[in-house]
């Protein structure tokens, strides 16, 4: 297992100096590629790295902005990861809406994953049985292991040929839409972004127990993703050495 992981005092420390690291990421992407992937994920603590992205001097135009999963609600709802990103990123730096590459959560799941599949195969131009090389894909990590939503136990987390699924979380009750772990493993930059003390005991589990992705989802960059990253708060990073 080769990872680099960073701890920082406090959440807004850990966020600053992921975004540094992201816009880093795409300052050296900006002079030899048209266009760069960044693919988010949303959740309930990713605003402060979202604002320090938008603060950040970088020119967005080449940056077509995807999304890592998200929830079976409207764009406007409270607990959209769009409208997450849209508050703190999207309007900040003005990206116009043919980089943004939204999963629609009003849709049916299973309809809104291939309508999102189809974006993604098209964008990318894939043939078939290929999978993206997202250029980033930024990832977080629930208290129990989950990451994207792929949650402990989800069959998903075995697939290695599909690029993204409905999935019924059945601890939230809710539908969601996923990208899968063989888009996830492809990305040739993973950047996870973990804070706050109820994560502690997860990301020792992540970094120490042996390898075991269906009880410990987030292990599946660490063990077999490219170019890993993991920034966190002292909290969450308590209990490793």
Not at 179 to 192: G, Q
Not at 220 to 227: A, V
Request: proline share 6%.
């Amino acid at each position: 297992m080769s990872v680099r992981w960073h701890k920082y005092p406090d959440p807004r420390g850990a966020a600053e100096a992921c975004a540094r690291h992201t816009l880093g990421l795409l300052n050296e992407m900006v002079s030899g590629q048209d266009k760069i992937t960044l693919a988010v994920s949303g959740g309930t603590t990713p605003a402060l790295y979202f604002d320090a992205l938008a603060a950040g001097r970088f020119k967005w135009d080449r940056v077509h902005l995807f999304f890592v999963d998200e929830r079976a609600v409207p764009p406007d709802h409270a607990d959209s990861n769009y409208r997450l990103a849209l508050e703190h990123l999207v309007a900040k730096v003005r990206l116009l809406p043919r980089q943004v590459h939204r999963i629609h959560g009003e849709m049916e799941p299973h309809e809104a994953a291939s309508a999102y599949v189809e974006e993604i195969r098209t964008f990318f131009g894939l043939k078939p049985g290929q999978v993206p090389h997202f250029d980033i894909i930024h990832q977080g990590m629930g208290p129990d292991a989950h990451t994207a939503s792929l949650f402990p136990g989800d069959p998903h987390i075995e697939d290695r040929e599909g690029i993204a699924a409905a999935v019924y979380v059945e601890k939230k009750q809710m539908w969601r839409v996923t990208l899968l772990p063989s888009v996830l493993l492809e990305a040739k930059h993973n950047i996870f972004r973990v804070t706050g003390e109820d994560k502690a005991e997860s990301v020792r589990a992540v970094m120490d127990e042996p390898y075991d992705a269906l009880k410990y989802p987030a292990q599946l960059s660490i063990h077999h993703g490219r170019s890993v990253a993991w920034f966190m708060d002292a909290a969450a990073a308590s209990r490793i050495d």
